[in-house]
């Protein structure tokens, strides 16, 4: 169940509203209510969810968008890469924008209230213009029955956006997260690398990273996007809660004394506690990310 999608025609537009609206709560110190609602913008789109489930992924709802399905799952729990999606979003702890790479398959889709997410296919396709890193494991090879490449290059783009120049060592540590099946590591860390120190020459027909945005379509000059599918929330699915401050946190779990509740941050744990039967779910999801402490 996903929700009902709104989707905005002026890019961020929306989102930027709904974030200072959400700041205002903040500051007010109104966030131990449930959220009904999630805002975001994916490949530069603006993206309002009604009622979501809170049990739907970021990745199950990003593989139901038509034209989005170059974000893969495999394993469910963040082990093998394929999932991989690059977000902007606010650091708590900083109080600054930080470009991150994140499992899209451990990600509950009320974590991206705010957040931009980029996909593969916000970077670039063969029907338009390869991005730099797609070219780059296509000339060397790496790539063979290509599950794992929007993964890989999704946590290149990533790695990117935080460091422009990034060392041999720094390239080959990043990609801890991705596995590859069939292809190798060789020719992939091969491709990956030749982005680090200066990277490559502006002047040799490449585009800088600085200079990249989300793929307009020549025709309507906007940007690609498929049709939303609905995502319907269950009466019987728990609550979402947001809380900014450990007082929030407090005042949540004395309102809820009989709920069984799940305090989440990244929610690895999907992929070790599983949901298998009723007695598995939760009456309550508390999101910690925006608690700075």
């Not at 974030?19 to 131990?32: D, F, I, K």
């Not at 489930?53 to 495999?74: C, D, V």
Request: hydrophobic letters at 30%; one cysteine or more.
């Amino acid at each position: 169940s996903m929700g009902n999608a709104e989707v905005s025609n002026s890019p961020g537009a929306m989102c930027e509203q709904q974030t200072r609206v959400g700041r205002r709560e903040t500051a007010q110190g109104l966030q131990s209510e449930p959220i009904t609602t999630v805002y975001f913008t994916i490949n530069g789109q603006s993206v309002l969810l009604e009622n979501p489930s809170p049990y739907l992924s970021l990745n199950e709802w990003i593989r139901a968008q038509q034209g989005l399905s170059g974000t893969k799952k495999m394993c469910g729990e963040g082990g093998c890469g394929c999932c991989v999606v690059t977000v902007r979003k606010a650091d708590a702890s900083t109080g600054k924008e930080a470009t991150i790479s994140i499992n899209s398959c451990l990600c509950p889709i009320y974590s991206v209230q705010g957040w931009d997410v980029t996909t593969i296919e916000g970077i670039g396709s063969s029907r338009d213009r390869l991005h730099p890193i797609q070219q780059s494991i296509a000339e060397h090879n790496g790539s063979q029955c290509g599950y794992c490449t929007p993964g890989f290059v999704m946590t290149m783009y990533s790695l990117l956006q935080q460091n422009p120049n990034p060392s041999k060592q720094d390239i080959e540590d990043y990609f801890d997260g991705n596995i590859c099946r069939c292809t190798g590591y060789r020719p992939i860390l091969d491709a990956m690398k030749t982005f680090a120190g200066s990277g490559r020459d502006k002047d040799d027909g490449w585009l800088d990273i600085e200079d990249l945005a989300a793929k307009k379509c020549p025709r309507t000059g906007r940007v690609c996007y498929g049709l939303l599918k609905p995502h319907v929330r269950s009466a019987s699915d728990p609550l979402w809660f947001r809380p900014a401050t450990l007082l929030d946190v407090l005042a949540i779990l004395q309102a809820h004394p009989d709920s069984k509740v799940k305090l989440l941050v990244g929610d690895t744990g999907k992929g070790v506690y599983k949901t298998s039967s009723p007695s598995d779910y939760f009456d309550i999801f508390i999101d910690l990310k925006g608690i700075s402490e």
